[in-house]
């Protein structure tokens, strides 16, 4: 198979340095210790690139700190029509010999679906923080929700599933803009990335370099590019040919492992993969990533994506489930 030749066995590097977990630790610190506030949203922060590797926030995060047990019986909110839909993958364990092979049959999937249009580019997710042996404020629990419209408006919405309280927070940009590990990026920007695998590696790496610190090491200039090349799953919308090449693009990464059926947080069942020290559940039949995790010692965040794809429904309060 062209794709598994593709592949290129690098050495393992190890985890990241003592400065960019240390980094890590002091954000999701700052995102505990934080009062939950789902009246009023806060505004985003335009974090440091170095803090990339810990990926604590997303657009939207700050609109709640939530938490209640309800949440792993949240209703699906449907994907929009030829987007990929969030799933169950019923397949063996068996069926899948490696990590990389994983996220090859992804790629093939998420090639063949029909591109979308609408008016903004909607996400849908549960965010789930935990610190074992400590609460965290709100119970770390909330649906958060965010649009970006073609006419450059950026709404966030979220609500806690301990209180109910919820809130929108809206921004406007001269164009349509994007957002990938802290960094702006336009339509036609995104329209420009490669679809060869190798190439959109070397794009990830490059932009890694350009906005990490400034003596990563190896391995930390690889979880940076790894963040890039996720967030082209959910993120931003490209097409089906770069999306499949950005699942391509993590099986050339040098320490994908497999992880074998898991569940996320919401009883889906998904193909676990671990690259760079982060966790991800992959629908393999649908191309549809199910839930991405981080850890840093005893902290932990979750995100379980819910809807992927262009809606043209109107930016909303996330309701509760």
């Given at each position: 198979m062209d794709?598994i030749?593709?592949?290129t066995?690098?050495?393992d590097?190890?985890?990241?340095?003592?400065?960019?977990?240390?980094?890590?630790r002091?954000?999701?610190?700052e995102?505990i210790?934080?009062?939950?506030?789902?009246?009023?949203?806060?505004?985003?922060?335009?974090?440091e690139?170095?803090?990339?590797?810990?990926?604590?926030?997303?657009?939207?995060?700050?609109?709640?700190?939530?938490?209640?047990?309800?949440?792993?019986?949240?209703?699906?909110?449907?994907?929009?029509?030829?987007a990929?839909?969030?799933?169950?993958?019923h397949?063996?364990t068996?069926?899948?010999?490696?990590g990389?092979?994983?996220?090859?049959?992804?790629?093939?999937?998420?090639?063949?679906?029909?591109?979308?249009?609408?008016k903004?580019?909607?996400?849908?997710?549960l965010?789930?923080i935990k610190?074992?042996?400590?609460?965290?404020?709100g119970?770390?629990?909330?649906?958060?929700?965010?649009?970006?419209?073609?006419?450059?408006?950026?709404?966030?919405?979220?609500?806690?599933l301990?209180?109910?309280?919820?809130?929108?927070?809206?921004?406007k940009?001269?164009r349509?803009?994007f957002?990938?590990?802290?960094?702006?990026?336009?339509l036609?920007?995104?329209s420009?990335?490669?679809?060869?695998?190798?190439?959109?590696k070397e794009?990830?790496?490059?932009?890694?370099?350009?906005?990490?610190?400034?003596?990563?090491?190896p391995?930390?200039?690889?979880?940076?590019?790894?963040?890039d090349?996720?967030?082209?799953?959910?993120?931003?919308p490209?097409?089906?040919k770069?999306?499949?090449?950005?699942?391509?693009?993590?099986?050339?990464?040098?320490?994908?492992?497999?992880?074998?059926?898991l569940?996320?947080?919401?009883?889906?069942?998904g193909?676990?993969?671990?690259?760079?020290?982060?966790r991800?559940?992959?629908?393999?039949?649908?191309?549809?990533?199910?839930?991405?995790d981080?850890?840093?010692d005893?902290k932990?965040?979750?995100?379980?994506?819910l809807?992927?794809?262009?809606?043209?429904e109107r930016?909303h309060v996330?309701?509760a489930?």
């Amino acid at each position: 198979m062209d794709d598994i030749r593709r592949v290129t066995e690098l050495l393992d590097e190890g985890g990241p340095s003592p400065t960019v977990a240390a980094t890590g630790r002091q954000r999701l610190d700052e995102l505990i210790g934080q009062e939950p506030r789902t009246d009023q949203p806060k505004p985003r922060v335009e974090r440091e690139p170095q803090r990339r590797r810990i990926r604590w926030a997303l657009p939207g995060f700050g609109l709640v700190a939530a938490g209640a047990a309800a949440a792993i019986a949240l209703t699906v909110t449907a994907s929009p029509s030829g987007a990929p839909r969030p799933g169950s993958s019923h397949s063996e364990t068996s069926r899948w010999s490696s990590g990389r092979e994983v996220l090859l049959a992804a790629a093939y999937k998420a090639e063949a679906a029909p591109p979308t249009s609408g008016k903004y580019w909607h996400v849908r997710y549960l965010d789930i923080i935990k610190v074992q042996g400590r609460s965290v404020p709100g119970g770390g629990k909330s649906v958060q929700e965010f649009w970006y419209g073609m006419d450059g408006a950026f709404v966030s919405g979220g609500r806690s599933l301990t209180t109910g309280k919820g809130g929108l927070h809206k921004e406007k940009f001269p164009r349509a803009t994007f957002e990938l590990t802290d960094q702006k990026i336009t339509l036609t920007e995104l329209s420009k990335l490669p679809t060869d695998p190798q190439k959109l590696k070397e794009w990830a790496l490059a932009d890694s370099r350009r906005h990490g610190a400034p003596k990563e090491r190896p391995a930390d200039t690889n979880s940076f590019a790894t963040n890039d090349l996720t967030e082209l799953l959910y993120l931003a919308p490209v097409s089906p040919k770069v999306r499949a090449a950005a699942f391509r693009a993590l099986a050339l990464m040098p320490d994908v492992k497999g992880l074998g059926a898991l569940k996320d947080a919401r009883g889906r069942v998904g193909q676990g993969i671990a690259i760079s020290g982060e966790r991800y559940i992959i629908d393999p039949d649908t191309g549809f990533l199910l839930s991405w995790d981080t850890r840093v010692d005893r902290k932990s965040r979750s995100n379980v994506f819910l809807a992927v794809g262009w809606t043209n429904e109107r930016p909303h309060v996330p309701a509760a489930p």
